[in-house]
């Protein structure tokens, strides 16, 4: 299947601190990418959806100012958390999809810590 | 709006016995429908996916699932579990009609295959 690389895999980060997640499409071209968020031991929400070259679509209740994302190439899409909270210490996931009915595939995920 | 059940928070099984996890949808138009496994501090690992054609569908480590329009199911088998087998199931839903790219997951299910 196809590969999505997220990076880092895990961050540790003070409050106040701005934070870059990558996500990246290794052997495809990402038409869309998805970024959700899972609190311990729940679903996946959906933040956020991105299409290359245009601005990101946010889901209610989502911080646009906040959660920054950037989808520059259609392999490439970054999510910033900008000034870190501990309440935004969770497991952040991207996804990424080729075609209308292609699968999503996912990322491995990055631990977020504030401190 | 489009959602998905997925009934059971905790399915065990004996290695070697079937396994069934549940789950049921609902969307505008016809489903596009996606089971995903997450292990520990990972991100999701796609399944199968049903989108048309059979209603019997295999996919990756022996799963298979079976579309049942009429129930608006679509639960995961398997005919014979293995301990690594054991970890957290998606269910996800698009539905054709509205919505756009988004897929829907259900809650999850904790699968654990024990000796």
């Known amino acids: 299947g196809a590969v999505v690389s997220q990076h880092p895999s895990r961050v540790i980060c003070k409050s106040g601190t701005s934070v870059k997640i990558e996500c990246r499409s290794l052997?495809?071209?990402?038409?869309?990418m998805f970024w959700y968020r899972q609190f311990p031991k729940q679903s996946l929400m959906l933040m956020a959806t991105?299409?290359?070259?245009?601005?990101?679509?946010?889901e209610q209740g989502v911080e646009k100012d906040k959660f920054l994302i950037n989808h520059a190439s259609l392999t490439l899409s970054t999510l910033t958390v900008a000034s870190a909270h501990p309440e935004d210490s969770s497991f952040y996931i991207c996804?990424?999809?080729?075609?209308?009915?292609?699968?999503?595939?996912f990322g491995q995920g990055t631990r977020l810590t504030v401190v | 709006a489009q959602s998905v059940a997925q009934p059971e928070d905790q399915v065990n099984v004996a290695e070697g016995n079937p396994l069934t996890v549940k789950c049921t949808y609902s969307v505008s138009g016809n489903p596009y429908l996606f089971w995903y496994v997450q292990y520990p501090n990972r991100g999701l690992q796609f399944l199968l996916k049903y989108i048309t054609g059979d209603n019997l569908v295999k996919g990756s480590y022996g799963f298979e699932a079976e579309f049942n329009k009429s129930q608006t199911s679509f639960h995961l088998k398997k005919p014979s579990a293995l301990v690594s087998d054991s970890a957290l199931y998606f269910c996800?839903?698009?539905?054709?009609?509205?919505?756009?790219?988004?897929?829907?997951f259900g809650t999850g299910t904790q699968l654990k295959v024990e000796l």
């Open positions: 996804s990424a999809k080729e075609g209308a009915q292609s699968e999503a595939f």
């Open positions: 996800a839903v698009r539905g054709t009609r509205g919505g756009g790219n988004k897929l829907t």
């Open positions: 991105s299409n290359e070259g245009s601005k990101a679509t946010y």
């Open positions: 052997d495809f071209q990402a038409t869309t």
